[in-house]
């Protein structure tokens, strides 16, 4: 319920050679099996179309040279030596790049649309300096909000594809090193390879509740040995069969491929997409390893590996075309056969449970930013942030990759699916980028359109190809895409509708002040935690429950749990605290601000005991304040207290968002002053009534504090009814009423999601009309 955030690698501190070697050699298990598992189902899937028909040596050189300079071209140049140096404080991914797009281009994330609300969730966080550029797409953007919404559209796109590759990768992967079994033993029928890679998936999604640290160890070696044994095979085919395929390195061979296959040629680059699957993954786990060491992994054993791999795979077709639908298998010699097909076995398994964690964190992220409904996220692993496991998710997954495994039985149309799934991610990637390169990195327009136009124009051919086999498989991937995007686009529509009837019904301090010092209402002992989405004003579920009940608890505590625009919020900047009303009212305003990448605890004690520390140490501290407020007069409700972590010695901020009071700071704190930090539990020290530096009221409200923690504390949540409005088109009738309101009952409760203990648990029912 309370975001934990990691102590995340210092990427900008320079590194040792060791320390860098070791991340490099971690970063193989983590970062490149479905880069490395390619080779299996290249040649295949590019050759699996009419270009078959009148394959000839020429042809395979064309192939292999657009292999290389594809390899050459993306992962090296654009991953490797251009995107990677655009992290998000040491994070990558779609979203680091949409979090650096938000911050400088002053864009805002879901539920955060008001300027009050994107002030407040950027205070006292790492703020980039105001830029010309990013002021002129700053005002570009809130100009069209067509623009805006087009970015997120770009954002959940990359992020269905990625789903979409969590899918597929596990079936092409599987059934590709199955596949060898037909070479082994052609007696046997295809059926017998399926039935192995059925057995193989059941194994790989029903292990994942374990977690990958426990069998990680093996990961790394796994693909080190494939890595060698690829480039030892591909050094020996190459000597054997035909050493002059070297020459095809040459872009001529490019150009004479298309000059002599023409059309098919064009259809024939779907399957040579396949060979850079995986090189998203190099910025995506970025946040896991550091630059240096994916570069020196990726330069230094993947690429020249891969390169060779490729080569001697060519140079054995291009004497034996007939083998081209199992040639990686048929190219291997005869005695070190079955040491390579079991390790082509076990890289398979790596690449797929590289790319379904990928999904899991994924999701993740897009749960913690309102893009899809509640699920459970279980934390793997104590020590090692991100391995985490999603039920639901995983099974939904089990279930769609076996049926596509047992529908197709072939990679090549999986892998005509598959290849629609990367290039469209890549093209995410290719956009959000050149405006990090323009806005972030303040490079002329110039310079952002050269990597525009060369990738776009590069990815769009790839997308074109890979679109024309549409029929021939790639339908999978759109129809995932889509049904996932609608999911979200659903989701995000419905919950954003849902915060701006909450910001519309809010009730305003006037009616508050209306009811008096003693609010009209019965104070019952305990505290009164009251989650909401909102950050300034009274949310409407308020007055809806003291219309029905006119009572609740002796202290009052508005909770709102916020994602800002960075991967990790720093524990000694996480939590705001505010007071509602004036001090008589015992009201407060409690905000923890989280990270796309920031995780939660399990624990509600942690959670207790934290919320409990930070008001009183507001309370100790805003007397002490110049603004401080006198008895019964009414502050500005959005004036907050930036508090640190449970025992951090760090000095309270004080910051006001009104015109005519600026930021200021307050003195620091001990945690020894008046508070005493255990694991679990907080105990106060009530100041004596010889301390002159408390003064009375102060006191008094410490003791009622103490009094309501040991009284109990309550959990007071809406459960929303949402509904569209009579007079709303059928088209959002339908999507709210049916698609909305179907994944909100079916979805996991946010107090079951937040780990609210149900004992102490208060759903307050409403209609929302949107």
Not at 244 to 267: C, Q
Not at 639 to 648: D, I
Request: net charge neutral; with cysteine; glycine share 8%.
């Amino acid at each position: 319920m309370d975001p934990e955030s990691p102590n995340p690698r210092t990427h900008g501190r320079s590194q040792s050679m060791v320390a860098v070697l070791m991340l490099a050699y971690q970063s193989f298990g983590v970062v490149y099996g479905d880069l490395c598992v390619s080779p299996l189902y290249v040649f295949r899937s590019t050759f699996s179309g009419d270009l078959r028909s009148h394959m000839t040596e020429g042809e395979i050189s064309g192939v292999l040279s657009l292999i290389f300079w594809t390899l050459t071209l993306v992962p090296v140049i654009k991953y490797a030596i251009i995107i990677l140096n655009a992290d998000d404080n040491g994070e990558g991914g779609t979203f680091a790049l949409y979090s650096l797009l938000c911050r400088h281009a002053k864009l805002s994330l879901i539920l955060n649309r008001q300027n009050a609300d994107s002030e407040l969730l950027t205070h006292n966080l790492e703020q980039p300096p105001e830029t010309p550029r990013g002021q002129t797409i700053c005002r570009l953007l809130e100009k069209h909000v067509f623009l805006r919404n087009g970015l997120i559209i770009v954002v959940l796109l990359g992020s269905c594809m990625v789903i979409g590759n969590g899918i597929l990768t596990p079936s092409i992967a599987v059934l590709s090193a199955t596949s060898g079994i037909s070479v082994a033993a052609p007696q046997l029928p295809q059926s017998v390879a399926v039935l192995v890679s059925c057995g193989i998936l059941v194994l790989l999604f029903g292990l994942q509740h374990l977690g990958t640290h426990r069998i990680s160890f093996m990961f790394a070696p796994i693909v080190l040995m494939w890595l060698f044994c690829n480039c030892a095979v591909g050094i020996y085919n190459l000597v054997t069969y035909n050493p002059l395929i070297i020459h095809a390195l040459s872009p001529y061979y490019i150009y004479h491929f298309f000059k002599v296959s023409g059309r098919d040629g064009w259809i024939s680059l779907g399957g040579v997409l396949l060979c850079i699957t995986g090189s998203e993954a190099m910025y995506a786990d970025l946040g896991h390893f550091s630059k240096r060491s994916i570069k020196t992994a990726f330069t230094c054993i993947v690429y020249p590996c891969l390169v060779l791999g490729y080569m001697g795979q060519a140079a054995y077709l291009s004497k034996n075309l007939a083998d081209v639908d199992h040639g990686f298998f048929h190219s291997i010699p005869g005695p070190v056969f079955w040491p390579v097909f079991i390790v082509a076995m076990l890289v398979s398994i790596v690449g797929s449970q590289g790319a379904v964690t990928a999904t899991f964190s994924i999701i993740k992220q897009c749960q913690s930013l309102g893009f899809v409904p509640w699920v459970k996220v279980v934390h793997t692993s104590r020590t090692i942030h991100g391995q985490i496991y999603i039920p639901e998710i995983n099974w939904i997954m089990f279930v769609i990759s076996l049926s596509i495994t047992v529908g197709f039985q072939s990679p090549v149309e999986i892998g005509n699916a598959y290849g629609i799934s990367v290039i469209c991610v890549m093209l995410a990637t290719t956009l959000l980028m050149t405006f990090v390169i323009y806005v972030v990195w303040q490079h002329s327009i110039f310079t952002a359109g050269i990597f525009f136009l060369v990738f776009t124009l590069v990815e769009a051919v790839y997308l074109s190809s890979a679109l024309f086999k549409v029929k021939q498989g790639g339908w999978v991937a759109l129809v995932l895409a889509g049904v996932i995007m609608s999911i979200m686009y659903v989701w995000h529509y419905g919950t954003i509708k849902n915060y701006e009837f909450d910001l519309q019904n809010k009730v305003s301090m006037k009616w508050l002040l209306t009811l008096g010092p003693g609010l009209g209402i019965v104070r019952v002992p305990g505290i009164g935690l009251i989650y909401t989405e909102l950050l300034t004003g009274v949310p409407a579920i308020f007055s809806h429950f003291v219309t029905n009940l006119p009572a609740f608890h002796q202290i009052l505590v508005f909770v709102c749990i916020k994602s800002a625009p960075v991967p990790f919020v720093p524990p000694d900047e996480r939590y705001l605290v505010g007071r509602v009303g004036c001090r008589d009212y015992r009201m407060y305003r409690y905000v923890v601000r989280s990270g796309y990448k920031d995780t939660y605890t399990n624990d509600e004690s942690e959670f207790e005991s934290q919320l409990i520390y930070n008001l009183a140490e507001f309370i100790r501290t805003e007397s002490a304040a110049p603004w401080a407020q006198s008895r019964g007069e009414m502050p500005q409700d959005s004036r907050m207290t930036v508090m640190g972590a449970l025992g951090s010695t760090r000095s309270v901020a004080e910051t006001a968002w009104s015109t005519d009071m600026p930021a200021n700071a307050a003195d620091s704190l001990e945690s020894s002053d008046g508070i005493t930090s255990p694991k679990r539990h907080v105990h106060f020290n009530l100041p004596k009534p010889s301390d002159n530096h408390v003064n009375a009221e102060v006191r008094k409200e410490l003791a009622d504090l103490a009094d309501a923690k040991e009284a109990g504390i309550a959990y007071v949540m809406g459960h929303s009814y949402v509904r569209a409005k009579p007079s709303s088109s059928w088209l959002k009738k339908f999507a709210i009423n049916f698609v909305y309101s179907f994944l909100r009952r079916n979805c996991r409760e946010p107090a079951v999601a937040l780990n609210i203990p149900h004992t102490s648990l208060i759903q307050v029912g409403m209609v929302y009309y949107v």
